[in-house]
């Protein structure tokens, strides 16, 4: 019974495999079509894929030709392959703008990016690239059912931008004057990723990280220059308190505080 089993599925194979290849080899770009279409339904996105690559420049201007590239770039992004998946959303809805397949897309497009975007320590030009696609997407199509996927995802790389801002800033911290005044550079790029991304997860580390680098900044001034650099800290740490007054940071913040106030004169 087993082996059986065994030759039928092997025949089902090669009789798979030899329709694959016949399909291929044939010049009907109808039934390639037919045949890609199949294997789309069916879930079987390589053979889909491999099949319409051949023939989606052959039904441009044709009633097929929406179809046939919408359906090509759903293959890629089944197949995990998000960048030549946006590839091919992108063309197909600045082809077709009101197109049957417009809103599912881009909103693909955006979601395939965010699926391929990469850790924070890396490169975030694919990031940037899939929340101004899924931004894009939301505007669009307000009433979209996938609006809150989109949301979500934008928000969640919001908050990897925002890391990669504060890992930033920490090096510059850790470099301390190495070089040059990198509290400075610390506090301007701590500010930056705060206004850019105000609703971070990461934006108390931030304002802590700058109160740390204006303390370290006005600890290793000059003497003229102390007393503004420490009101500098005691303005940040007002703040910082005011801000997370439970933070789990209010004691490093005190100590900062009440040494920062020991240098500065009562007016």
Known sequence: MRKLLSITILALCLSSCGEYQRVLKSHDANLKYEYAKRMYDEGKYVQAASVLQEVVTSFKGTEKAEETLFMLGMCNYENKDYLNSGSYFRTYYRRY??????????????????????????????????????????????A???????????????????????????????????????????????????????????????????LKSRYKEAELSVDEKKAERYRQVVDEYYSFINNYPESSYRNEADNIYKSAARHIRPE
């Open 144 to 210: 979209s059912d996938k609006v809150p996927m989109a949301q979500n995802a934008v928000f969640e790389m919001q908050d990897k931008l925002t890391l990669k801002q504060l890992q930033n800033a920490q090096l510059y911290y850790n470099l301390g004057t190495f070089g040059g005044n990198n509290f400075e550079a610390a506090v301007i790029v701590a500010q930056n990723a705060i206004k850019n991304y105000p609703y971070s997860k990461y934006k108390e580390q931030l304002e802590m990280l700058i």
């Open 97 to 142: 703008p009101k197109g049957k397949y417009a809103e599912d897309a881009r909103f693909f497009c955006g979601y395939g990016y965010y699926l391929d975007s990469p850790d924070a320590q890396l490169d975030q030009t694919g990031t940037m690239k899939a929340i101004e696609e899924l931004t894009d997407f939301m505007e669009l199509y307000p």
